[in-house]
């Protein structure tokens, strides 16, 4: 869910772009609310002729809550997110911790060189598009201190998006749920009209083999609520699984399937093409509550006729049992 990033209007001279990203999505419920942690890098060209002074955030969506900059754990040798083996180049060291509040610290995170991690970045939110089908969150993220030519920094910001899902078959006793994660989507033509946002920052897709400065990388990670299983859709994925993955904390957390893109695998990343809004792609997928064979045969009794327990009805429940069982035999094997 990224519309793009943006420069203020005093940094239109700024020669910047986006070299690494992260996006870890939880599905939290039957609503389809979705709490998000993004992570990115920028930096700014040697040779550019002005500094960066703010980031902005283009978000396709009306409803963003609990938004939080939480730049504080990049120094959190620990944390799994942090982990380098789940890093693009397995490399990860904090190298300087900040000392006050209003400082910096600087890490090595996964693109090779210094990478400069402000302690603490305040931030605001406003919209664009409202009272439209298009309607877009805009986080601003003035830095600190400027980021000067040559200089890289990391930011990482969370929050909320509600009712994401968009349920296929609402009547059905096991109502199957399609979700659609959009980047780099036309938002609106609000978003051109306000100062600064023709000033896209561009974003690397792909690792730059022959750079090793530049291993870039844009990834999406889809964690389902551990009630919920992929009915179908979701291509291009490039790793899933259905295990004791993490929650959005860090800990270990329940089974759960969990899906992967890498969009330097995408066709729309060839050639090491530079991205930003108008490079669009989404992706897509349905996805159902899992119930065990009992719960399942409870729904189907509560809508069967109310009528005395003949033999037939015996019979056909038993039935029903059996096709449920083997169901589920055949999901525990595909999780598998």
Known sequence: MLIGFFKARNDVDCECRVIKYVDRIWLLNDRGDAKFRRQFIVEVAPDSSKSLGEIRIAIPAENLTEVYVINKECFDENLIFNSPHILTTNKYEVIKRPQELGSFGIIEDDVNGKVKVFNDISYSIFKVGVNTPNVCNIIRLPLPAPLE?????????????????????????????????DYFMPCTQDLASIDGYENEIKVLPELEHDNPDHPGGFDIW????????????????????????????????EKRQKLGWKLRYLPIAKDKNLIGSGDSFYITGQLAEIYDSQKALEKIKEGLPTIQNTGKWSLLISILAIIISIIAMVLTFTRC
């Not at 920094?153 to 059905?172: C, H, L």
């Not at 919920?228 to 957390?253: A, M, P, Q, R």
Request: glycine letters at 10%.
């Open 222 to 253: 889809l964690y389902f609520s551990p009630n919920y299983g992929k009915v179908g859709g979701f291509s291009n994925t490039s790793l899933e699984v259905y295990n004791e993955v993490h929650n959005f904390n860090g800990e270990k957390g």
């Open 149 to 181: 030519p040559g200089e890289r920094t990391e930011i990482r910001v969370v929050f909320k998006i509600s009712s994401m899902f968009d349920t296929v078959n609402p009547e059905s006793k096991f109502p199957i749920n399609s979700i659609r994660l």
